[in-house]
């Protein structure tokens, strides 16, 4: 166990739809990361937020946002969503950016 | 940019062997650091193993060590003494960093079979 809690485990949606997946890092980590998973993509970076502010950005679709909030938890907000957008999503988090990422156990998102 | 390349899709090793992963990556970062991940078939990533690119000695992690060879670009994961539990795919990753901005960039993984 990492430390790092992500809810929902598994998330089943219809195309068009919008989602929110929440991540709590490990206690005392500032630095957040949100990173896709798919089997065409492979492991991609989406976001980065150390201390509630973004800090940096990958190959984040427009239609997806995502915040760091004052209690150091982090959304991410799927919208508009596509079958493509179907993957594994996880969060990850440091103490502060040059530290290593642990990761959470991942939301599994479906789009039907 | 950086890019990390595992060239072996899929590795199989008999059981208490030892087997290398192979990880070279291309960066233009004059400082970087490299990591490596298991992913088990439930999912998770778990951390394993990391080297910084100025570290003089190759890391080392129980049964995990990292032959790292700054000048050839590599960043191999040696699991000595295999055991059925590794069984997984295992993923290099490096880390750039510009001030507060920090992401890593994965390869596309090796999948790991230990057999008895």
């Known amino acids: 166990d990492s430390g790092v809690t992500q809810t929902p485990k598994h998330l089943i949606t219809a195309t068009g739809q919008r989602v929110t997946l929440r991540c709590s890092p490990r206690s005392g980590d500032l630095s957040v990361y949100w990173y896709q998973q798919s089997l065409d993509q492979g492991l991609q970076f989406l976001i980065q937020y150390y201390n509630g502010e973004e800090r940096a950005k990958g190959n984040i679709l427009e239609r997806f946002s995502a915040q760091q909030f004052p209690d150091l938890h982090s959304e991410l907000n799927l919208s508009s969503l596509e079958l493509g957008d179907s993957a594994l999503y996880f969060c990850?988090?440091?103490?502060?950016?040059?530290?290593?990422?642990?990761f959470g156990p991942g939301t599994r998102l479906l789009v039907l | 940019a950086q890019k990390i390349t595992q060239t072996q899709p899929g590795m199989f090793v008999q059981e208490k062997e030892a087997v290398t992963l192979d990880c070279t990556y291309d960066t233009s970062d004059p400082s970087y650091g490299l990591f490596w991940y298991k992913q088990p078939s439930s999912g998770e990533m778990i951390f394993l193993i990391y080297?910084?690119?100025?570290?003089?000695q190759n890391a080392t992690e129980g049964r995990y060590s990292l032959n790292f060879q700054k000048a050839r670009k590599s960043a191999n994961l040696v699991i000595s003494a295999s055991q059925l539990g590794d069984s997984a795919m295992y993923f290099c990753?490096?880390?750039?960093?510009?001030?507060?901005?920090?992401?890593?960039?994965f390869g596309t993984g090796t999948r790991l079979q230990v057999t008895l």
């Open positions: 990850a988090s440091s103490p502060s950016p040059q530290e290593t990422q642990y």
């Open positions: 080297q910084g690119s100025y570290d003089q």
């Open positions: 990753a490096s880390r750039s960093i510009t001030g507060t901005a920090s992401k890593l960039t």
